[in-house]
Structures are given as C-alpha cells and as structure tokens.
C-alpha cells in the first residue's frame, strides 16, 4: 500500500495548504533584513491573531514578570522574531487540518505542541548554533504531522487499521504497526509531505523523518532529532501524549541524559515550564 499511499500525497495538488498569514511570515523571517516593523505591518491587518499574540507576550510563560505589553509592536519586541512565529504556527497549522473522525485531534495538538516546547527548551540548554535553536519549536510541534496525513489520505484504512491492531493494547510502537501494515510509517510520509507542500525548512523536515531513530550512538553531537526524539518521551513520560499510544514504553534514555549532563532535576523544571506553556494556550485557544 506504500505505492499508493505515496502516489496520493504527490499528486493531490489541493492537499492541506500552510495558511497564508504563515507563508507571509516564513517569507519575512528569511530575509536577513527582516526587522520589527516588517512583522508588524503584516499582523496588524489580522486583529484576531494580533490579539491572540499580545495575550501570549502576556502569558506567564513569556512574560517573566515584565510590566505588559500594550500593543502588538510591544509584544512582538517582547517575544521577538521567531516566537512570534511560533505562536502563528501553533495557532495556525492546526487549521489545515479538518477535523478527525478517528481520534481526538485536541489531544493530538496539545501533544505536538508539548513537543514544541519542551524541544525549544532542551535546544537553548543544548544547542549554540542558530538555525537548529530557530527550528526547535516548529520541528517539536510537527513532528508527528504524519498521523494526520495518513488520516487524510486514506481514512478508512486507516481507522480500520486502528481498530483491527488495536493499538492501545499493542506492544510495539504506532511507528512500527504502520510500517507492517502499509509500508511507510508517519515519520517518513511527514517528513515527505512537508517537503512536498508546506516546504519548511530543509532541517524540520530531516528531524520530522528521524523523530523516532535511535540517534544517540551517533559519533556527532547532539541533534535537533535527538532533542525532539527525547522531548517526545518526556511528554509521553508525564502524561502529554497523543491519543494513539500503544503499550510501547520509551523514557528518555540514560545515554542521553550522560552525553547532556542534564539532569533529572532540571527535565522537571523543562516539564512544568511546559505545563505553564500549555496552559496559555489552552486558554487562549480552545476557548
């Protein structure tokens, strides 16, 4: 069925586009030029999103007990560049998507963007060079994109292959359940369809498709794909999962933990931050 299932994502010409306040964004955010007021003049237009960006520079997660900011221009200093836009991309991406009618798509966001920060955190305590701190929260939030592309191209399928492996008592991971049954699993079709269509980043695409590889043995240093692959577990460690986990068990290594000298201690602070993180959202944007 891999054939199929690939053959399908090529050539569906009006598959799940990026909105186009994201395209703006993404367009503005690389060139090196790109400055406060550029972001300002594009959001300004858009209040509802404008809003939703003030609110967030407000949040306890960014705020850090800072006086508040008043108006989008401030907050945007405030966050800066690229939080900005991955605030646009967690409010968003999820509307490309249309609603699943085989599992709880809140869950399935909430996970991703559990991801997301936790990714972002790891990354600044782990990683000195720009792109990958850049791409750190975006690769966290679409890291598993794959499930909802499997979902939209083959529904049927696939919501018989959840209910026939039933997968919550399975105890193989959902990556290799897919595998078995149709060839390709959700990191590698993700990673395929971000290329294909939303055309992100050359590095969130080659850490959407390794998410689930044992990289730690790797002779280089730490990775984007190590980091998302651990903030992964740690949601799934503390309870932050996506709605289609099996019995399959995966905690953050202790090779990893080793080779970052992170302790315990500080995956904790990085747990509840996240918790702080998802909270702001919550309120902001499922109400």
């Given at each position: ?142 890291h598993d994109v794959g499930i909802l592309v499997l979902d939209y191209l083959i529904p049927e399928e696939y919501n018989k292959f959840l209910r026939v492996k039933d997968i ?23 990673g395929m369809f971000l290329q294909k269509w939303w055309q992100l980043p050359s590095l969130v695409i080659e850490t959407v498709t390794d998410h689930h590889r044992n990289l ?72």
């Open positions: 069925m891999r054939n199929e299932i690939v053959n399908s994502l090529q050539q569906k010409g009006e598959l799940l586009p990026v909105p186009e306040v994201i395209l703006a964004l993404q367009k503005l955010t690389n060139d090196p030029n790109c400055n406060v007021d550029d972001i300002h003049r594009l959001l300004k237009a858009d209040l509802v999103l404008s809003g939703k960006i003030i609110t967030m520079s407000n949040s306890s997660y960014y705020a850090g007990g800072r006086e508040k900011a008043d108006n989008l221009q401030e907050a945007i200093v405030r966050l800066g560049v690229y939080a900005v836009l991955d605030i646009c991309y967690a409010a968003e991406l999820p509307k490309a998507f249309e609603k699943s009618q085989t599992f709880d798509q809140a869950q399935f966001w909430k996970h991703s963007l559990a991801t997301g920060y936790l990714s972002s955190l790891l990354a600044n305590k782990l990683i000195d060079e720009q792109k990958p701190l850049d791409a750190s929260f975006l690769s966290g939030l679409v919550s008592s399975s105890e193989q991971p959902i990556e290799m359940l897919e595998r078995e049954v149709f060839g390709i699993d959700h990191q590698e079709l993700g730690i043995n790797d002779s280089n240093g730490i990775t984007l794909a190590h980091i998302v692959n651990a903030a992964n577990k740690l949601a799934n460690e503390h309870g932050i999962s996506h709605p289609l986990m099996t019995q399959y068990k995966e905690e953050v290594s202790e090779e990893f933990l080793l080779k970052t000298g992170i302790e315990n201690s500080e995956l904790a602070l990085f747990v509840d931050k996240t918790k702080i993180g998802l909270l702001a959202f919550e309120n902001l944007f499922d109400s």
